[in-house]
């Protein structure tokens, strides 16, 4: 494709190829401190094309498609093309990714110990771990840990971070600028703005941990807790896994293992330092 | 009991148990479907680990020896339970 770039996100490598130049020049720009992989062979291709020929000039409209395709994927504005990009990177990843169970879930690192909190789209978890990782925690990933299948640990997938709504003005308050993407209006998702990691968190993405407390967070009332059954949150993972089924017995064993080990809490919180606080009290309690 | 239907279990290589706090997770091998169950699911299919053709009363009778059944029909539910485990694939009829 015309315009090209190759990414490395944790143990991912994504190559990027658009017909436009926008989206590939956001990219480089949010993605500058991340590994320099040019050259290297990609576990996944995105390609950003014209849903037509004349759609390349007049109001272009972008069509995402990869290596794992997805029936329905609705156009998309050129304007929105970096938005385009990151969900095909997303999609590659949740369809075919098979060397590590794939969780839709967020995480952050303290001590070596791994906190992983999964949750709808809403909930409140990608905002969440944008904080802690400003709070001396490091960002692991705002969309999706991977369980490693012999050791158990939780690996890092820190892509950019993905804001919605009101979730923009509360990060980019405490976030310097260079490290915000350009404001992306009225996507179907509403708002985005993308956050780009502490530096510290890109430098050691290819460093896991092991889990040590697993929190279902849930953004709009409370502040309220519960614990969680080993067989609620054994099913709620199962949902919350794009590959659990396609990876069989050792996906078993590793999800397993990982319910029987990590503790579990529900939280409902109304503000963002509710929650900080409830985390921080969990983590010292029973992490 | 006449004409009461007769099941086997699958091999033991066949089901991996894992007992979580709540609830037994079954992990079927051959289909590679995860199954959720609670009791008394797992100690039917504990009471038939030899292998052996068994009927819901002969179950009824050995699952009596190791706990408090109550009233009720249980041969019925046992039957039932055997009934759903042979659609899953967990046992089969001998």
Known sequence: MRHSLTLRIGPATFRIGSAWAQPIDQLARLYADYPDVDGAIADFTVRLQPTSAVRRWVRPSIFITGDHGLADAAPMSLAHGLLAAEMGMNLQMALGWRRHLLLHASSVEKDGRVLV?????????????????????????????????????????PRLVSLKNKAIDVIAGEVPAARMG???????????RHMVPRADAVARMGEGGMPALLLFPRFGSGPAERPVGQGEVFM????ASTNY????????????RFVAQVPARAIDFPSGEAAIAMVDRLWSEIA | MVGEEFYRREGAEAIIVRPLDDIVLLYHRPSGQTHMVISPVPEILDTMADGLPASATMLRDRLALLYDLGEGDVVGEIGQHLAYLDRIGLVRPA
Do not use: C, Y
Not at chain 1, 128 to 135: N, S, V
Not at chain 1, 145 to 153: P, Q, R, T, Y
Not at chain 1, 182 to 192: H, Q, R
Not at chain 1, 245 to 256: H, I, K, Q, S, Y
């Open chain 1, 117 to 157: 909190m999964t949750g709808e789209s809403g909930s409140g978890k990608s905002t969440l771990a944008a904080q802690l990782g400003e709070r001396g925690w490091r960002l692991m990933g705002d969309e999706f840990a991977l369980l490693d299948l012999d050791s158990g640990a939780i690996l890092p997938f």
């Open chain 1, 182 to 192: 350009p404001l992306l209006g009225a996507t179907a998702k509403g708002d985005i």
């Open chain 1, 236 to 239: 709620r993972l199962t949902q």
């Open chain 1, 245 to 256: 089924v396609a990876l069989g017995e050792p996906g078993f064993a590793a999800l397993t």
